[in-house]
C-alpha cells in the first residue's frame, strides 16, 4: 500500500522555521515528481514547491523563492520542505504529493498527482 506521511508542522513566530518531512513508502519514486502544496482555509490548495526525484531538479512558488527549499535523501524516500522566514501568510495544511508516472514533470495541477499525505498544519502568528 502506498502512503505518503506528513510531518513537522507546528505553532512559529514570524520569522521563525520549520521543517516538513513526507514519508513514502509503497513504492519507488525515485524516478518521479514529488510536490509540496497548502491550502489556507477559505482558499483553493496551491502548488509551493516541487522536485523531480531523478536529478532533484526544483521548482518554487514566487511566494516562497528564498525563503523556502525543497530536498530528498539519499534513498529519495522522504522529501523535505525546509521553511525559513515564516510570515503569517504561510499559515495553512500543507501537503505532501507524489505523481504516479515515472519521468513525470513538476506540475502546479493539484489533478495530476496520484498520492497525498495526510496533512500537517502550519500556524504563524505576528
Known amino acids: 500500500q502506498v502512503q505518503l506521511v506528513d510531518s513537522g508542522g507546528g505553532s512559529v513566530q514570524t520569522g521563525d522555521s520549520l521543517r516538513l518531512s513526507c514519508a513514502a513508502s509503497g513504492r519507488d519514486f525515485g524516478n518521479s515528481a514529488m510536490s509540496w502544496f497548502r491550502q489556507a482555509p477559505g482558499k483553493e490548495r496551491e502548488f509551493v514547491a516541487g522536485?523531480?526525484?531523478?536529478?532533484?531538479?526544483?521548482n518554487y512558488a514566487d511566494s516562497v523563492k528564498g525563503r523556502f527549499t525543497i530536498f530528498t535523501n539519499n534513498a529519495k524516500n522522504t522529501v523535505y520542505l525546509q521553511m525559513n522566514s515564516l510570515e503569517p501568510d504561510d499559515t495553512a495544511i500543507y501537503y505532501c504529493?507524489?505523481?504516479?508516472?515515472?519521468?513525470?514533470?513538476?506540475?502546479?495541477?493539484?489533478?495530476?498527482?496520484?498520492?497525498w499525505g495526510q496533512g500537517t498544519q502550519v500556524t504563524v502568528s505576528s
Open positions: 504529493a507524489a505523481k504516479s508516472a515515472r519521468f513525470s514533470t513538476i506540475s502546479f495541477n493539484t489533478g495530476t498527482y496520484t498520492y
Open positions: 522536485i523531480l526525484m531523478r536529478d532533484t531538479t526544483t
